[in-house]
């Protein structure tokens, strides 16, 4: 099996660093990921499951970029839908028409929601809802997951990174996932104090497992913020729509007050939303907050196009029975090379792990001979499932699963 | 001279706010336009500059998108490039080769760049750049100008709006526009402790006249702190790319460390930009900061289109000379009706009252009197003049300026 090489994308790279910090930063930024050299760094063009780098080399996509592309990347209904609204116009003095319908929609869609509300990032929700929960309870302390991902505020952010002050931590509470007595303590020990307790549906932190709620974890949670006039956010900006249409937290069986979304809302197009109960839409209207680009249309039309084509697909279960078929593959074919692939969190967006190595070399090793055989596989953040990827794509990839397993069994042995 | 209605919009509006909180949130809601009736709520399309209202009306556009549009709604060249990057890809799992053009080419055109950060709204380069101040000194201190905008964090708002707490301003001081001596004083007074001072490049607050920066006052701030060592940052979300392509800075004389740019550069297409010099581009790095569609395609080739066409058109004075004559014939046709039009700012972004009553009662409806006739004015926030804006708009907003004065001057008298 022939594998890839990148050097174009080595050329760009070395360009980009002279005019960006890290050349490329954040979450796409290249440093994490060990040997830096076995990953593309540029796209050139993308299409259904798969985008091909600036060296023309093919990939199977099990990033899906990061997670917004949930119906394959250029979805000929969706752009179809944007480049109608685009013809209309897109961010203008007053918004569209298509924002009410879309607001609609959602509230149709999603179990919990009177109302929605539109910006662009993930991490403008999540700051947002934290605001309608400190303006609708007159109180100040935030309760969150050590180890929880919400964006990248400094609220959000852990203590002692670059940029992050201690003041920024200074009505923010952590409690361990899963931990419902730590969180009833801290409860008890701030009467009267408490805003909001924000998590994800279930807990998936970088570099480690998944995690999935214990049994009865969120039902008592929901009756200990409701007893406790707690605001409950979910941040369902990862897991939005790749777990259960009408919100992550139906799947788990309990609601919220509040929930984020963004990512696999609008197929890539730039939006995100906070929907939330009609007992929290005064305080959300009393909170001043708004963007250059929040009204703009395009985004919207493409949004509600999304919504639709994932109801008709029923995408939700479609992609986790997809991840299930490829997952146990994969961790067959890997049993028969002696290995361990461990899989948390949900089919449609796992977490996969070798176990065989503490070291994670041999893992890491293992997702960049995925990858140079065109099935893009990183080692520490976790993978999304796409209504794009079909059988002949997973058969494909578990052929070049099995060519990786016996590169890195010949070099790291038995 | 007919004037418009809008059922359609008040129509829509009233399905909105069953679903949306406040209906239409931020800067586009209507309330603080008194009385709110009197203006548009819906745009069906926009083109040029032009948006025409979902009841039909048709407006010459004053806002802009609140600046976003700059060459004109649906600039040829700029949907061209955009459409054709889209059909390539645009949120991908990995950036396209466009992001680093886009940086050269800013790094290019700003005089102060040498390299360039891409998220999304004008609010995430605001606090970035406060993190990389941050980051940089080791400090925790920022000063900031009062009545001021740099977006909607918490950080960012006012003390006492619902959602704000005290603590989100622990480590914020204020100073007055244009007060070089009360900087000066605070810099004395928290010696070794000020990470930035940020401020935009002249004052443009809302619901008051915009103020220049005095003589000499720029030159002094950047003195004091070079001395200092405290990051002079620039908010140039609002006014970039409308006074001088090389940054608002150059056409005060001035250089900041770290320029924040968003609205203009990409005229509509959602992104913003925090540019900066060599001496902070390792702390910028260090300081973690990304977002689901910060690498998104499409608005960067949108933004290179841009900014190509900006220069060609050397936009920035061709929108001075259009707002000036605009401007200049609007004060003489309130003279003529015995009013007295005050205009603040810059002729391509001005601020602009009639002072003959200071309730504002008055300009209110004159505002919304123009509006109704199909020239776009709001009454409370500067207006911003594209490209697009051409003699036969000036001359025909001329006279319904002239038509608006009648209708107030019989309403209120003399």
């Known amino acids: 099996m022939k594998t890839y090489t990148y050097k174009k994308s080595v050329a760009l790279f070395k360009r980009a660093a002279k005019v960006i910090p890290c050349g490329i930063y954040g979450h796409l930024s290249p440093a994490p990921l060990v040997p830096a050299t076995d990953y593309p760094f540029y796209a050139s ?19 899906c970029a990061y997670g917004p592309m949930v119906l394959g990347y250029n979805d000929p209904k969706v752009d179809a839908a944007a480049m109608k609204q685009l013809k209309s116009g897109n961010c203008i003095t007053a918004p569209a028409p298509i924002m009410v319908e879309l607001a609609e929609h959602m509230v149709d869609t ?18 947002y809802a934290l605001m309608t929960a400190r303006a609708a309870t007159g109180r100040k302390k935030i309760v969150l997951v050590r180890g929880g991902y919400h964006g990248v505020a ?23 996932w899963n931990d419902f007595e730590g969180l009833e303590r801290l409860v008890n020990e701030h009467p009267g104090e408490i805003a909001a307790f924000m998590a994800t549906p279930y807990h998936h932190p970088t570099f480690v497992d998944s995690e999935l709620p214990a049994v009865g974890y969120w039902s008592r949670v929901e ?35 509040l929930a984020c979304y963004c990512k696999a809302i609008a197929n890539g197009y730039p939006i995100s939303a906070l929907v939330g109960t009609e007992a929290l839409k005064t305080a959300a209207a009393k909170v001043f907050y708004t963007g250059s680009y929040w009204f703009s249309a395009v985004a919207m039309a493409a949004s509600l196009a999304t919504l639709k084509e994932l109801k008709r697909l029923k995408a939700p279960e479609l992609m986790m029975a997809r991840g299930k078929k490829l997952l146990d593959g994969m961790i067959d074919i890997a ?32 997702c960049a001979e995925c990858t140079k055989r065109g099935v893009y596989f990183t080692s520490h953040h976790n993978w999304f499932i796409s209504t794009a990827h079909t059988d002949a794509d997973i058969k494909k990839t578990w052929n070049v699963v099995d060519e990786a397993f016996k590169v890195v069994r010949k070099k790291y042995g038995m």
């Open 45 to 63: 063009r993308a299409k259904g499951a798969r985008f091909w780098d600036v060296d023309g080399n093919e990939f199977i996509d099990y990033m």
């Open 110 to 127: 999603i179990a919990i929601a009177d109302w929605a509300f539109f910006a662009k990032n993930g991490g403008d929700v999540t700051s």
């Open 154 to 176: 400094p609220w959000a952010q852990a203590a002692g990174h670059p940029g992050v002050i201690d003041e920024d931590h200074s009505t923010i509470m952590y409690v361990e």
């Open 223 to 257: 009756a200990l913020c409701k007893k406790n006039g707690i605001v409950l956010i979910i941040d369902d900006v990862r897991c939005g729509f790749r777990l259960d249409m009408r919100g992550s937290s139906e799947y788990f069986g309990f609601k919220p007050d």
């Open 335 to 366: 049993r028969s090379h002696g290995y361990t692939l461990n899989v948390s969190g949900i089919p449609s967006m796992p977490s996969v792990y070798i176990t065989d190595d503490e070291s994670l070399m041999l893992h890491q090793d293992w």
